[in-house]
């Protein structure tokens, strides 16, 4: 019954993890495409003209692109995942907002789930399966969290 209830550290670690790939994946792949042109993408021209066609100019354009494409990277290996998942999580509200005049259901939904995964990395920061905790040390251990062998 204590499997049921109790938190194991080490799969809290590869929950993280799972969701730092799935939204760092999406987000590289986004922004890869508005920047480059990659992976069926529009590239940079294309996107500052959808930008322009919203009302928003060109640094904002640039801006938001390169907070996925970059920040999207981030996230996956899981360096400076703090930072990266705050733009990601500023980049995704503002496409909540963005895309809400056309209701949640049929535009706002995916990037509210975009906002909301960032915003959870954002909080919980990378764990221990991550460059940050390779390069910096073992994260969850210095906030306190005993390791799963240590309760």
Do not use: C, H
């Not at 500023?90 to 990037?111: D, K, R, W």
């Not at 040390?137 to 309760?151: C, I, K, M």
């Amino acid at each position: 019954m204590g499997s049921l209830i109790k938190t194991n550290t080490a799969l809290l670690s590869v929950s993280v993890l799972l969701l730092r790939i799935a939204l760092g994946g999406i987000l590289f792949l986004a922004g890869a495409g508005k920047a480059l042109g990659w992976f069926g993408g529009v590239g940079m021209e294309a996107t500052l003209d959808g930008f322009s066609q919203m009302g928003m100019g060109a640094p904002l354009a640039y801006l938001s692109t390169y907070a996925e494409f970059i920040g999207g990277f981030l996230i996956v290996i899981g360096l400076l995942t703090r930072p990266a998942a705050l733009a990601l999580t500023i980049n995704m509200l503002v496409a909540t907002i963005v895309s809400l005049p056309q209701g949640f259901m049929m535009g706002a939904s995916y990037p509210f789930s975009l906002f909301m995964v960032s915003l959870a990395v954002l909080i919980s920061g990378p764990m221990s399966i991550s460059a940050d905790a390779l390069l910096f040390g073992q994260p969850a251990r210095r906030a306190g969290y005993a390791a799963e062998g240590e309760r």
